[in-house]
Structures are given as C-alpha cells and as structure tokens.
C-alpha cells in the first residue's frame, strides 16, 4: 500500500495540467510554499500554473524565485463547445460577428442546409486535472478563486498540505500534520521523501523563507527540534539564509518606516496588551507615500514586537475620489485560537478568521471608538 507521500507524487506523475494555490489572506508561509512546489513541478515538466486572489498581496516576497508567476484569477478554466452535425450537410464558410453582447456564427453549406438539431453545445472538461491547496483552512478562504468556480474544486482532485488545526480536510488527498511549524515543513518533507535532488538552490531558499516567515525569523514560541533540523538541512542544500533575512527583515523601505513610526505614535492596548490597536489618517498615507497595502508589513512588526498580543487592530480613513465621501476600513488579525471574523461580525467583514477587513460609510470620528468597542467586548467573553 502507497504511504502518503507516494500517493500524493502518484497524483502529480498521473495529472497534464496542475494548478498550485493557497487562501486570498497571504501570509509567507502560504506563498513560499506554494512557490516552492511551483518551483519543483516545473523542474518535473509538468504543465502548471500558480493562482491566488491578491486580498492582501505581501510585496516584500517578490525576491522569491517565481513570485512573479502568481495569477490573481482563473482564465480559460474551461471551454464552451459548440457542435455541428455536417452527415447531411458540409461546410463551405465560417464567419462570426459580434453585434449588441451576442456572438454570431455564419456557416454557410456546400449544399443542402442545417437546421436546429444539427446543432449541439457542451462544457469542455477543466483545464487543470489536479489542484494543491497550500496553507488554507477551508475552499472559502480561496476566496474569489473558489467562489467564480465552485464546480472546479468540486470535479478534481486536490491535494490538500496545512498544519492548521481548523483544516477541514477538504481534499482526497489530506497532508494535514499539526504537529509541524510551517507548511513549508511539510512541503520540505514531502518533496525530499520522494526526491531530495529536487530540492535545488531556488527551492529550498522558498521552504526556509516559510520557515522563518512563520517563526519570524525564529523568534516565536512555536519552533520544535524537528523545524530546526529541516532549517539545517534546508541550509547545507544552498537555501539563501542571509538573502532571506534581508529582503524580510532588514530591508523595510523607509516609506514603511516612516508609516510604522505613526502607528507606534498612536498605538494603544486594553485587556492586559492581549489587544492592540491604532489609528491612520489619510494625511498618515499621503505624508509617507505608503498605501494600504503597507499596512500587512506593519501587522508583521506588531507580531513580532508585542507578542501578549492576541488581536491586532488597525483603523484607517479613506475618501472616494467621485462623491468626496469618508469610508473607514480596518483590518482585525488574530494571532492564535481567536476568529476574527466573529469578533466584528455585526460589521459584515469579509477575509478569513485569520484577518478579517471591515468598510463602514462614515468617517473615522464617528466609527472608530464603535469598532474598538465592539472588539473589548468581544473579547472579554472570550476566555484568553
């Protein structure tokens, strides 16, 4: 009998076309990994493409071989096909034209005609015939990729790699392993078990970045002697250690400096540090050329400099450019065993438990103090 790790590369020998993905609220774990099985199909020959929605793209990994080949959405996952019946008659010209959002064929016979039960039509069969899912609880949190094409994920196989405890175990092929640090282990283990040569210069930088990225650079409280093992071997393999802990960690742009200066200038805790919070103006992003998309380098550095702290909250104004009007979003991450969505649920957030983002049409005066309410007393129920 096949262990795991064989049926999962059984899969990958059989499969044409393979899609690589993970969930819309990135993290490094997610995308090294992702990147790394990119990384290691490619180096087998195989057809594949790698996908994810960019809800919170983290532009500080773009230093990872690959990145570049991220797609935010599916195109072409499959054909429409149209058939004609041409036994009792053949085809002399074919024309189409496009005229008020519909599409027009003109076939013109040789002899005889057609009529309407010539004519079939048909979905085609998926492009991809295998999906991995990497570092993502459940299909939802794919977000719009699952949500354009439920009917894909639910007609092919997928293998399914995480460490999370919430995992659902969506797929027929499950490499869920809690007791690891990273995906990025599990990836290490499960491409060395099946070929260890695989593991080039370019893949094992991507494992060590998951490793580090998930450990912050080695600092939390989750590391086990067996992600340091793999951290070593990962190492005598030619992964980029230093390159690594440069891009990520020595390397923060001054714009995000200045935009982490603002925060920490108005940065603030209740419930014995276990939240914090603050507070950006859109003057904040316009005086350190910074934009939302800044903000998931920021959450790192909070992570990393706070870590009693168990829900993160930062509260930012924004203006549409049409109608002048003031909207506040705020991003809520929770760092251990605590759903942020539930937390600001009343406010119909979208995201995952993970990270959860909200939009509310009012200016910040009005909807600051109702958003940290709402979180305290959240917690407070909470048993933390």
């Not at 990958?12 to 997610?30: H, Q």
């Not at 992964?239 to 440069?246: H, K």
């Not at 909207?327 to 969505?341: D, G, Q, R």
């Amino acid at each position: 009998m096949l262990n795991q790790e064989q049926q999962i590369f059984e899969q990958i020998n059989k499969a044409n076309n393979i899609l690589i993905t993970f969930k819309r609220t990135w993290n490094g774990d997610a995308v090294a990994s992702a990147l790394a099985f990119y990384l290691t199909l490619k180096q087998l020959n195989k057809n594949v493409d790698l996908a994810a929605e960019k809800f919170n793209e983290l532009k500080s990994f773009n230093f990872l071989p690959g990145y570049e080949q991220i797609q935010p959405s599916l195109d072409n996952l499959r054909k429409f096909i149209i058939s004609l019946d041409i036994s009792n008659a053949k085809v002399n010209k074919i024309k189409y034209k496009i005229e008020d959002n519909t599409l027009d064929f003109i076939i013109s016979p040789k002899d005889g005609f057609f009529t309407h039960d010539d004519i079939k039509s048909k979905s085609g069969d998926f492009k991809y015939d295998l999906i991995i899912i990497l570092d993502t609880p459940d299909l939802e949190s794919l977000g719009s990729i699952y949500d354009n094409d439920t009917e894909f994920f639910y007609k092919v196989p997928i293998i399914n790699i995480d460490h999370h405890s919430q995992n659902e175990g969506f797929g027929q092929i499950n490499a869920v392993e809690l007791t690891s640090t990273a995906t990025a282990e599990i990836a290490f283990k499960l491409i060395a078990a099946y070929s260890r040569d695989l593991i080039n210069e370019d893949v094992a930088t991507c494992l060590l970045t998951g490793i580090i990225s998930k450990t912050k650079s080695f600092k939390t409280q989750n590391i086990t002697p067996q992600a340091l093992g793999v951290t070593s071997q990962l190492v005598s393999m030619g992964a980029r250690r230093e390159e690594i802990v440069n891009q990520l960690y020595r390397s923060r742009s001054l714009a995000v400096l200045k935009l982490w200066g603002r925060v920490l200038a108005r940065l603030n805790s209740g419930l014995e540090n276990k939240l914090v919070w603050s507070v950006l103006t859109e003057i904040d992003f316009e005086k350190t050329g910074t934009t939302e998309n800044d903000l998931a380098e920021v959450i790192d550095e909070l992570i990393i400099n706070i870590p009693q702290a168990r829900i993160i909250l930062l509260i930012c104004e924004t203006t549409d450019k049409d109608t002048q009007a003031k909207t506040t979003k705020a991003l809520v991450y929770s760092t251990k065993n605590v759903n942020s969505l539930d937390l600001v649920k009343i406010f119909k957030p979208s995201g995952t438990k993970k990270l959860a983002k909200i939009v509310i049409n009012k200016p910040i005066s009005e909807a600051q103090n109702k958003i940290i309410t709402t979180v305290k007393e959240q917690l407070e129920q909470l048993s933390l």
